[in-house]
């Protein structure tokens, strides 16, 4: 059963850019506590942690699954930041759901694909979390339009995009490539179908373009350039140590 109050993140552009964050992967109650506890005195209001970890290649460190649900629920008795997570399964949105989490994402591969799409969208039917949609790995705007389609044809509370760059071709100075145009490609893919009235808040993810914690800054910067409605990050409370994502994630 999905928690009544509201989950609102955007019902329209923000004074000041919202921001999300917390560690590329949940792996123990003692780091997502502590992780969140010193994101909530910098003012953040959103925490993310991945509990299902899609891996490239098999044997990898896949995520704690179930387990951290708790730990997310403690943090948000805790602490009183909203708390999400990725979901890559329908069978996923269904365990989000039942632990009231406030928010989830569907990641990048996730949105590649309109059948899983289509599949974890029947398990949003009318949910009351914020349901936050990554872009395809491709640059395909119409085909990240599509999900988010998908999604709100299901009566969810709200649908926020993220800009999280897209596969190189023939550079990897950074992890993923912006694609900075996709933003305005999206928005008019979005007010052509749902209107003017209909406002759709975009977040960066700038920790999956950049790849590096060197070149964070700068693509925040750019970011803040087109009309973005804040940023996902992704921050551990020992970055080097991190079993996912070590190279990108600040403290």
């Given at each position: 059963?999905?928690?009544?109050?509201?989950?609102?993140?955007?019902?329209?552009?923000?004074?000041?850019?919202?921001?999300?964050?917390?560690?590329?992967?949940?792996?123990?109650?003692?780091?997502?506590?502590?992780?969140?506890?010193?994101?909530?005195?910098?003012?953040?209001?959103?925490?993310?942690?991945?509990?299902?970890?899609?891996?490239?290649?098999?044997?990898?460190?896949?995520?704690?699954?179930?387990?951290?649900?708790?730990?997310?629920?403690?943090?948000?008795?805790?602490?009183?930041?909203?708390?999400?997570?990725?979901?890559?399964?329908?069978?996923?949105?269904?365990?989000?759901?039942?632990?009231?989490?406030?928010?989830v994402w569907l990641g990048a591969r996730t949105v590649s694909n309109p059948f899983m799409v289509e599949a974890?969208?029947?398990?949003?039917?009318?949910?009351?979390?914020?349901?936050?949609?990554?872009?395809?790995?491709?640059?395909?705007?119409?085909?990240?339009?599509?999900?988010?389609?998908?999604?709100?044809?299901?009566?969810?509370?709200?649908?926020?995009?993220?800009?999280?760059?897209?596969?190189?071709?023939?550079?990897?100075?950074?992890?993923?490539?912006?694609?900075?145009?996709?933003?305005?490609?999206?928005?008019?893919?979005?007010?052509?179908?749902?209107?003017?009235?209909?406002?759709?808040?975009?977040?960066?993810?700038?920790?999956?373009?950049?790849?590096?914690?060197?070149?964070?800054?700068?693509?925040?910067?750019?970011?803040?350039?087109?009309?973005?409605?804040?940023?996902?990050?992704?921050?551990?409370?020992?970055?080097?140590?991190?079993?996912?994502?070590?190279?990108?994630?600040?403290?």
């Open positions: 059963m999905d928690d009544p109050s509201s989950h609102s993140m955007l019902e329209e552009p923000p004074a000041k850019p919202l921001l999300v964050a917390g560690p590329c992967s949940a792996e123990s109650r003692l780091q997502v506590l502590e992780t969140a506890e010193a994101l909530k005195a910098l003012g953040v209001t959103h925490y993310r942690a991945a509990l299902w970890k899609p891996r490239t290649r098999p044997g990898l460190f896949e995520g704690v699954g179930r387990e951290g649900l708790a730990w997310l629920q403690e943090v948000k008795a805790l602490t009183g930041l909203r708390v999400g997570t990725e979901v890559c399964l329908p069978e996923q949105v269904d365990e989000a759901r039942s632990a009231q989490l406030d928010f974890i969208a029947e398990h949003l039917e009318g949910a009351s979390q914020t349901v936050l949609i990554k872009n395809p790995i491709s640059p395909d705007a119409p085909l990240w339009m599509g999900a988010i389609e998908r999604v709100k044809s299901r009566g969810v509370a709200e649908v926020v995009a993220i800009l999280r760059g897209c596969t190189p071709v023939y550079t990897k100075r950074m992890r993923n490539s912006p694609h900075w145009e996709m933003i305005e490609e999206l928005r008019a893919l979005y007010e052509s179908r749902y209107g003017q009235a209909e406002y759709l808040p975009i977040l960066l993810d700038p920790s999956h373009i950049a790849g590096r914690t060197d070149l964070l800054e700068a693509v925040c910067r750019t970011g803040m350039l087109y009309p973005i409605d804040g940023f996902m990050i992704e921050s551990h409370r020992h970055p080097d140590q991190a079993r996912t994502d070590a190279s990108q994630q600040i403290t």
